[in-house]
């Protein structure tokens, strides 16, 4: 029964009973890479007072997230040449390798590689959920399946930093590394057990060229962004010269993908108006996303009060919002075949979200902030999943891999963006209002402590006002910045092009279906 489930994408013939035990796998899979930095973030004090290295915090974060972002283009290709299946298996083993070694760190040193080897297993998890997904449900069915992958992350969010929380208070940190083990092992079993793709043998080489010099490019992006403003000054040697090495290796990569007989990222996917649309909306989605989920907490518990151990709860009417906005888009979609009013839609209400999150002081209350919340949550439930559909319908079967894999670096891109050019905007909006209000030696002292609740409550008084009327400025700042940038996401999503998603409508008498759904998708010439 699951062997038929191979191929069901052109040809309508989804077993749902099947593919839902598949899906299960899938979620486990994706909730392992979506979780893992929720639980670490929480644990982050207690490894330092054990392991020490302060100094090199970041890193922790940082080696996880270059490998990931690094690696997810690789995964991809080698899932269309390889199977998906295989390729899929093995980065949850190199996953939970990292996992293991992880908790068995002695130093910070050897966390950071640990957690780089954690990276690179990620990068292909998030990759072969979508591109599985892609491979056993039409895009004209994917719609009822999105609630569940938009309910996965909301509990990653939600749950993380309670879950990793209570794990290092009551069983030590190295258990927020091995509580990935029974969840991987789950993944495993089952999708060894149920999931059925055909074998695929590569046609040509691997292009170690292209994903060298694609490896460079986006090491030298993220690094910009992670350092710019933070451990470099923007126009310090280091940064420029990072830039540098970026633009040089870009450029590089896109003329190595024109000569290689199986490129990395194949250009050709980018004639597609679609797919370059999405592919643009889907990082200014990650840029507003991964900004607003930094910067709500702080601004709730510097100046609204809340307390940091329940910080995932905060964001809730931002995530049940997103949750079920994208359940009714994908019900729709997959009903009327129809999407192009959800990104238009989307990218309205983002831009409004974030406009009305930049209005917030130190008067707004909990209950407002939470609407505001709700109505970005809105957005980014009509193009969450929205942008992975129509990406993966303007492509051919062949290139599922590349194109999930493409989308998936595009919106993890926008987000180290997001957070490296908001959070700029932030601190330095942060430091002229304190230097404002208590002129620039006082302000730097107070800038120095740990300004949680807890921190604040034992300030003077005209500290602490300071301190919360410079947090409102900041996040104004950024949040009118995000507004900014979603603006053009909302113009882009009126030029998408409302291609039949294949799997629409009854299977031709003539079982041609399977070969229509292969037909190429929308093209830029057009």
């Keep these: 029964m699951a062997e038929n489930i191979a191929g069901a994408a052109g040809a309508g013939e989804v077993k749902p009973r099947s593919v839902r035990v598949v899906l299960m796998a899938l979620m486990i899979a994706m909730l392992l890479a979506m979780l893992d930095n929720m639980i670490i973030g929480t644990a982050m004090p207690t490894i330092v007072g054990e392991l020490g290295g302060l100094e090199h915090l970041s890193w922790v974060v940082t080696a996880y997230t270059l490998a990931t972002a690094a690696s997810t283009p690789i995964w991809g290709k080698l899932g269309d040449m390889y199977g998906r299946k295989g390729s899929f298996l093995t980065s949850i083993v190199i996953f939970l390798v990292g996992s293991v070694l992880s908790g068995m760190a002695q130093d910070m040193g050897q966390l950071i590689g640990f957690r780089a080897v954690q990276g690179l297993g990620a990068g292909g998890l998030m990759v072969g959920v979508m591109a599985i997904i892609g491979d056993l449900i039409p895009p004209r069915e994917r719609g009822k399946y999105q609630g569940m992958m938009a309910g996965v992350m909301a509990l990653a969010m939600i749950g993380g930093p309670l879950v990793g929380g209570t794990i290092t208070d009551h069983m030590g940190w190295r258990w ?11 993944a495993l079993v089952m999708v060894s057990a149920v999931l059925h793709l055909p074998k695929k043998k590569a046609q040509g080489k691997i292009d170690y060229l292209g994903a060298a010099l694609l490896t460079v490019a986006i090491t030298s992006a993220v690094l910009v962004t992670t350092w710019g403003g933070t451990e470099y000054a923007w126009g310090s040697a280091e940064i420029i010269g990072l830039s540098a090495v970026g633009v040089l290796s870009t450029a590089a990569f896109l003329y190595a993908e024109t000569k290689a007989a199986e490129p990395v990222m194949p250009l050709h996917i980018f004639r597609s108006r679609n797919f370059t649309l999405m592919s643009v909306i889907g990082f200014l989605v990650g840029f507003a996303m991964f900004g607003a989920v930094l910067y709500l907490p702080l601004f709730q518990q510097s100046v609204q009060g809340a307390s940091a151990t329940n910080s995932g709860l905060l964001l809730l009417p931002l995530l049940l919002s997103m949750m079920a906005v994208s359940l009714v888009a994908g019900r729709v979609t997959t009903s009327s075949g129809r999407y192009k009013v959800f990104p238009i839609a989307g990218g309205a209400l983002m831009v409004v979200g974030l406009f009305l999150l930049a209005t917030m002081d130190t008067g707004t209350s909990r209950l407002v902030s939470g609407l505001y919340m709700a109505v970005l949550g ?20 062949k290139d599922m891999g590349v194109a999930s894999s493409s989308a998936t670096l595009f919106r993890t891109l926008g987000g180290s963006f997001g957070v490296a050019l908001m959070g700029s905007l932030f601190t330095s909006r942060v430091t002229d209002t304190m230097s404002e209000r208590l002129g620039p030696q006082a302000a730097e002292a107070a800038g120095s402590a740990q300004l949680d609740a807890a921190g604040l409550a034992k300030l003077p008084e005209a500290v602490r006002d300071a301190y919360q009327h410079a947090v409102a400025a900041g996040t104004h700042s950024a949040f009118l910045l995000g507004a900014a940038i979603a603006v053009l996401g909302f113009a882009l ?34």
């Design 493 to 526: 999503a009126w030029f998408v092009k409302e291609v039949p998603l294949r799997g629409a409508g009854p299977a031709p008498a003539d079982g041609g279906s399977a070969k229509a759904a292969q037909a190429p998708q929308d093209s830029l010439a057009h």
């Design 378 to 397: 809105a957005g980014l439930g009509f193009l969450m999943q929205i942008t992975m559909l129509v990406a993966q319908n303007s492509v051919d079967m």
């Design 176 to 186: 927020s590394f091995y509580i990935n083990l029974p969840l991987g092992a789950v």
